[in-house]
């Protein structure tokens, strides 16, 4: 499993690879500007044929608009290009506040990345 750190002020995020699916350790997505660096990230990943994500919330508890604007400007992407996104390793705080605005529906959502990794398994050998 290839590594990649990127940090940005105080803010931390790395990918990681298992088979051709991308997981996005993040660990802070409270802030706009530091955001967009990670969607530009994410977009380059798409641009190398990479179009299913993993995000991992692992350490992360709260999530403002801004987080729910990145989810949702990943997800776009992703299936854009002809992929997913998963969500894994939520907080309660965060699956209440997906709950609350009903982003709960848009995404597939698992308890850790192993359960997310066999979600694109499966899709893959489906289609």
Not at 22 to 27: N, P, R, S
Not at 59 to 65: G, I, K, L, R, W
Not at 69 to 75: K, V
Not at 88 to 112: G, H
């Amino acid at each position: 499993m290839t590594s990649f750190i990127q940090l940005i002020f105080n803010m931390a995020y790395s990918f990681s690879k298992k088979n051709d699916i991308q997981i996005l350790h993040v660990d802070n997505l409270l802030n706009p500007l530091d955001n967009q660096e990670i969607i530009r990230a994410v977009e380059d990943k798409i641009q190398e044929n990479f179009c299913e994500f993993i995000v991992d919330l692992d350490q992360m508890d709260f999530m403002n608009s801004s987080g729910l604007t990145f989810l949702i400007s990943i997800l776009t992407r992703s299936r854009n290009a002809g992929g997913d996104v998963a969500i894994a390793n939520l907080s309660e705080n965060i699956k209440k506040i997906l709950l609350v605005t009903r982003l709960n529906s848009a995404f597939s959502i698992y308890e850790n990345i192993e359960d997310a990794l066999m979600f694109f398994e499966k899709e893959n050998k489906d289609s």
